[in-house]
């Protein structure tokens, strides 16, 4: 796309992202009474950090909110929407398929096609995937980076629906991914000096996700009312893996950024399933052992023997590794992410160093092992 003129109506658009955030808490608080009403419920089991059944579903109204907004902006101000009307329909119907999959269940199969044939279409009409440095050496294959994309995309969308196991962690996580991704095409100064419609959608796309999330964040934190379920996750999943790969297609941020930004979830998801392939174990099926959750089982069990109050320990728990989770995101994710985007040649090496330190505390609580 070429260069625009940028002049955006900015008290016009502090207002969209205003009544974003209401709307998402308005959109929220409707989804628990629905969800209430129609027994759309979280039941605790093998997978699960909570012990009561709780409100699920509530994603569907961040998504509904995120989707409008973007279509309503990409139809009234100088943005093309060629591009964007492909990731905003797929991320509809990743969404829409989550929300049944909340409501009842559908087969893994089922989901997993429609996951596939979703980022298909991304990665060929949305955007493309960026070549990928190591150090030297940089992989430049069309065919293999086409296929690479598609698996990274599938996995983003399948993770983020893992490590959505306790109260507010993938919602904070979803902030803090987004505004990385704010952070950094701003941090790059030169990816500012030209405003393009990419960069347009790009923008809008954050700040907006960013408002809903707040909104939902009201009723999600510790102790949540409701949960994002299927729908939100594979939703997030979907959409901030796209925009991240977005991004790097077009120079704002490179491949091992976007891998740093995600490090937390990605590391633990990741580690998680290989320990239990290699262990023999059913690696599909709901279980409580990824970092996370382990972590916060630590938690629980500490706080309950000090309150002797399983429920109380629960939320404290919750609340603790939210805290945890944001505070290693900001004091060791955060910081490297923008060392990757000064030394790109190095990017590797940084990830690296990135990862380590999470995949140590992975093995330590023994994450994979039931």
């Known amino acids: 796309m070429g260069n625009i003129s940028y002049k955006m109506h900015y008290q016009h658009f502090l207002i969209l ?14 989804a628990i009474f629905f969800a209430e009403r129609r027994n759309i419920k979280s039941i ?4 699960s950090s909570h012990f009561i059944p709780v409100a699920n579903g509530g994603g569907l109204g961040f998504l509904i909110i995120t989707l409008i907004s973007l279509i309503i902006l990409t139809n009234t101000i100088d943005m093309s929407t060629k591009n964007s009307n492909y990731l905003i329909f797929t991320s509809m119907v990743i969404g829409l ?8 269940d559908i087969p893994a199969l089922q989901r997993f096609i429609v996951q596939l044939l979703a980022s298909v279409i991304v990665i060929i009409f949305f955007t493309q995937f960026p070549n990928i440095n190591f150090l030297d050496f940089s992989i430049q294959n069309k065919p293999f980076l086409f296929v690479f994309g598609i698996v990274f995309l599938v996995w ?23 505004l990385c991704y704010l952070f950094i095409i701003f941090y790059n100064g030169n990816n500012m000096l030209l405003i393009t419609h990419e960069k347009l959608f790009f923008f809008n796309s954050i700040l907006i996700l ?8 009201v009723f999600n934190f510790p102790n949540s009312s409701i949960f994002m379920g299927d729908v939100g996750s594979s939703f997030l999943g979907f959409f901030l893996g796209s925009i991240g790969i ?3 297609s077009n120079d704002w941020i490179n491949f091992w950024t976007l891998a740093i930004i995600w490090s937390i979830f990605l590391v633990d998801a990741t580690v998680t399933l290989l320990v239990r392939i290699l262990r023999g174990e059913v690696w599909y099926d ?17 706080i309950s023997e000090k309150y002797n109050e399983e429920s109380h320990s629960r939320t404290k728990a919750h609340r ?3 805290l945890l989770y944001s505070l290693v995101n900001l004091a060791w994710v955060f910081p490297l992410s923008i060392l990757s985007m000064n030394y790109p040649s190095i990017g590797f090496l940084i990830a690296f160093l990135c990862f380590m330190p999470i995949v140590i505390v992975c093995f330590y609580v023994e994450a994979g092992k039931s």
């Open 320 to 322: 603790s590794v939210c």
């Open 44 to 47: 605790a089991n093998q997978r």
């Open 156 to 178: 983003l969308t399948n993770l983020y629906n893992f490590m959505d196991g306790i109260d507010g962690l993938a919602t904070l996580e979803g902030i803090f991914i987004l």
């Open 97 to 104: 398929v989550g929300f049944a999959d909340d409501i009842n």
């Open 246 to 248: 977005y991004a790097a």
């Open 286 to 302: 709901a279980h409580r052992s990824h970092a996370y959750q382990k972590i916060t089982q630590s938690y629980v069990k500490k």
């Open 210 to 217: 960013i408002s809903a999330l707040f909104g939902f964040l």
């Open 17 to 30: 992202i205003t009544v974003t955030f209401f709307l998402s808490i308005l959109f929220t608080k409707f």
